[in-house]
T-cell receptor
Framework: DVKVTQSSRYLVKRTGEKVFLECVQDMDHENMFWYRQDPGLGLRLIYFSYDVKMKEKGDIPEGYSVSREKKERFSLILESASTNQTSMYLC??????????FGSGTRLTVV | GDSVTQMEGPVTLSEEAFLTINCTYT??????LFWYVQYPGEGLQLLLKATKADDKGSNKGFEATYRKETTSFHLEKGSVQVSDSAVYFCASGDSNYQLIWGAGTKLIIKP
């Protein structure tokens, strides 16, 4: 069964910490995405990547960065976590002719 | 730009009731259309999709028909169950499958 795996289901971090959220897909997809999901706001795209070492800003990139050193792995980095980054983070991958496949999500709480 | 609008929730129904969740889209081309479902505490799963006008997507008793003339992709189910309680997202996708998302509709089914 094809999968997108996010490394953590729940994370609690302190304000100012550097936070890494990891995502791995086993479908050889070209495209990978990071979204955040907040009540009443739906899904908002943070960053996406069309290829290794390529990244594009989404709708809300401020406070985040990403890394894609290998095709199967796409990392989201919070350089200095803040309380307004408390959210559910969803990773997805896709390819031409293939729809977005999502991971189970990481619920991040910044205290 | 392209957008997806779906009805606000929550939608509350009794078990075995008929369900409709409205979704309309704006697009410059002819996107594929999707419904995703998110069960409590989980990531998003593709529920159904349609890739061209008049196509009907169906899965688990849910259906949606791609209506180009009304730019709509309404989700329907004839008899809902408590286990259908979830958040439903409508989305449109371009040729590279970068999705445009609706805000989500929370569905609550009461026994």
């Amino acid at each position: 069964d094809v999968k997108v795996t996010q490394s953590s289901r729940y994370l609690v971090k302190r304000t100012g910490e550097k936070v890494f959220l990891e995502c791995v897909q086993d479908m050889d997809h070209e495209n990978m995405f990071w979204y955040r999901q907040d009540p009443g706001l739906g899904l908002r795209l943070i960053y996406f990547s069309y290829d290794v070492k390529m990244k594009e800003k989404g709708d809300i990139p401020e406070g985040y960065s990403v890394s894609r050193e290998k095709k199967e792995r796409f990392s989201l980095i919070l350089e200095s976590a803040s309380t307004n980054q408390t959210s559910m983070y969803l990773c997805a991958s896709s390819d031409l002719g293939a729809f977005d496949t999502f991971g189970s999500g990481t619920r991040l709480t910044v205290v | 730009g392209d957008s997806v609008t779906q009805m606000e929730g929550p939608v509350t129904l009794s078990e075995e009731a008929f369900l409709t969740i409205n979704c309309t889209y704006t697009a410059t081309g002819y996107p594929s259309l999707f419904w995703y479902v998110q069960y409590p505490g989980e990531g998003l799963q593709l529920l159904l999709k349609a890739t061209k006008a008049d196509d009907k997507g169906s899965n688990k008793g849910f259906e949606a028909t791609y209506r180009k003339e009304t730019t709509s992709f309404h989700l329907e189910k004839g008899s809902v169950q408590v286990s259908d309680s979830a958040v439903y997202f409508c989305a449109s996708g371009d040729s590279n499958y970068q999705l445009i998302w609706g805000a989500g509709t929370k569905l609550i089914i009461k026994p």
